[in-house]
């Protein structure tokens, strides 16, 4: 594959800004963009070869990320001092994507704060080519969200994430997520894919870097996968890890 200049990248006669910010200011979920410096956004440009003509390469070029509905939800961007992975550092470089055992194919463009990740198909999955899929707590499964990035951009602005996230907030999430880096999320002990009929209010809460949140998500899913449904299993947690 050709690769493409900055100039080319950088699509002035029909940018995606201008309509990524008309979707923010008619969300109907609070919507917090996080600035960045101009130089980030175009590395993170020129090394994934992304064009501004995409929502997605808009969102690079001028945000360092972008939280929703009180930074439950977080897409990446070129990095902020609130939140420094980027798209590049996540799908690129580092010891993340060592732990993913790099997958090729999939590529990560948001997460939540339960340590739910949004990545978009590049043929890792056997759904539609261009589909995000969500990396699910609950089930430590991927699944089709039928949806492409702008849709997916579009749904976490305006959609029924009460819906979605049904059983997986408890009172005064708001102020939770608020307080936290868009680096960390919330890890839930008991884990949530475990006695589901158990409130996620009454399970323990804390802080996590989002990076390990990843791996403990991803090492339990390799470690259960091949487990018959129904069979029992124990965890034992080192408090002072």
């Not at 900055?6 to 200011?25: F, G, K, R, S």
């Not at 600035?35 to 997605?56: A, D, F, V, Y």
């Not at 430590?140 to 990035?149: H, P, Q, T």
């Amino acid at each position: 594959m050709q690769h493409r200049s900055l100039q080319e990248l950088i699509n002035t006669e029909d940018p995606a800004w201008p309509l990524v910010q008309e979707w923010i200011a008619t969300a109907h979920h609070t919507v917090e963009v996080l600035p960045t410096e101009r130089e980030k956004g175009e590395e993170t440009l020129l090394h994934l070869q992304i064009t501004t003509r995409s929502p997605m390469g808009a969102i690079v070029l001028e945000t360092g990320g972008i939280l929703i509905d009180h930074g439950w939800l977080r897409f990446l961007g070129a990095g902020n001092e609130r939140m420094q992975e980027t798209l590049l550092t996540w799908n690129t470089s580092g010891a993340v994507l060592e732990d993913r055992d790099r997958e090729h194919g999939t590529f990560l463009i948001a997460y939540d704060i339960l340590g739910g990740f949004f990545a978009l198909n590049g043929g890792a999955f056997p759904g539609q080519p261009g589909n995000i899929y969500y990396f699910a707590p609950d089930s430590l499964k991927w699944e089709d969200m039928n949806m492409s990035y702008s849709q997916i951009l579009n749904w976490a602005l305006n959609g029924d994430l009460e819906q979605f996230y049904q059983g997986m907030r408890w009172p005064d999430w708001e102020q939770d997520c608020a307080s936290l880096s868009g680096d960390f999320g919330i890890s839930i002990y008991p884990f949530l894919f475990t006695n589901k009929e158990m409130p996620i209010a009454t399970r323990s809460r804390r802080p996590m870097p989002m990076a390990e949140l990843w791996r403990l998500h991803r090492d339990l899913a390799q470690h259960l996968k091949d487990l018959p449904a129904g069979t029992t299993i124990q965890f034992n947690i080192d408090e002072n890890a």
